[in-house]
């Protein structure tokens, strides 16, 4: 059955019936990082509204009844397309299809975007934290380009973990576009920083970000002082332990888990892809 998607910012006509509530896009581009990860941009509906931070859920126009995945959206409010940074999983149910996308595809996503890695969820402050690990850096990809994060805070710190340098990639990339950016780059000077480590591959700075944050040698890096909740907020986005372990350290230096209707000193993010 072909169908045409009403709202959508393709005319492209699919095989299967789209469900309500559902936009269909076009892939614009795929980049492959390394065997294990990759990002793709879509085109963005011209209805689509949402705040740097946020995820959607996505799937394929390869089945009657698609499955849908949660993405946090990698890139900021004010781009005019999507894009989405994903890890391969080869029998993911829909990362063993997403990979193989090429541009011209398309890609369905759902028309309401959520999540709590958001300025609403936390308190002023001075200096922000963005602790990722793997594609928990998506989230984070959006937020470093988004002005309102430098109204926000003082000083954007992020820092990214993976197993091997090659995953670093992605992140060292936004790092340098985010800096050269024409519309934002002014912001960053002086106030963005980076820290990129790795567990298995040797590589400048290695170790668990857990272990790094509780013997001190991330603060020592960037030369910042321990989580302070007077003047520290925190982000927290990748593996389930990961979460776990950090959002214990930061409750144990005394911020407490903000949300959207109640904002703190920190807040995580628990959506994945499978």
């Known amino acids: 059955m072909n169908i045409a998607v009403p709202g959508s910012s393709t005319e492209q006509k699919l095989e299967f019936p789209i469900p309500a509530g559902v936009y269909a896009e076009r ?3 795929v980049k492959h990082y390394t065997d294990r990860l990759f990002s793709f941009r879509i085109t963005r509906p011209r209805s689509f509204r949402f705040r740097s931070g946020e995820f959607v859920m996505i799937g394929l126009s390869n089945a009657e009844k698609p499955i ?3 993405y946090s959206i990698a890139s900021p409010a004010w781009d005019e397309e999507l894009e989405f940074f994903s890890i391969k999983v080869p029998d993911g149910p829909l990362t063993q299809h997403l990979q193989k996308i090429q541009p011209g595809d398309i890609v369905l996503m759902r028309q309401k975007a959520t999540g709590t890695l ?3 969820a936390l308190l002023p402050g001075k200096r ?3 602790i990722s690990t793997g594609t928990g850096i998506a989230p984070f990809a959006s937020l470093v380009r988004d002005p309102e994060t430098y109204e926000k805070f003082e000083e ?3 820092t990214h973990t993976c197993r091997e340098v090659a995953e670093l990639k992605y992140g060292e990339e936004l790092i340098e576009a985010t800096r050269n950016d024409p519309l934002i780059g002014e912001l960053t000077e002086g106030r963005l920083k ?3 480590s790795t567990t298995r591959e040797p590589s400048q700075h290695m170790g668990r970000i857990t272990t790094l944050i509780e013997n001190g040698y991330l603060f020592k890096v960037l030369g ?3 989580f302070n909740r007077e003047v520290d907020r925190v982000m927290i986005c990748g593996s389930m332990a990961m979460i776990k372990d950090v959002k214990a350290l930061v409750e144990k230096a005394g911020l407490k888990e903000g ?3 109640e904002p703190a000193d920190f807040v995580v993010e628990r959506a994945f892809v499978g």
Request: charged letters at 10%.
């Open 128 to 130: 922000l934290y963005m």
């Open 156 to 158: 954007v710190i992020l």
């Open 27 to 29: 892939v614009i581009s």
């Open 118 to 120: 958001v300025h609403d």
């Open 224 to 226: 910042t002082e321990p």
């Open 259 to 261: 949300s959207n209707s």
């Open 194 to 196: 980076y820290f990129a």
């Open 68 to 70: 849908f995945r949660a």
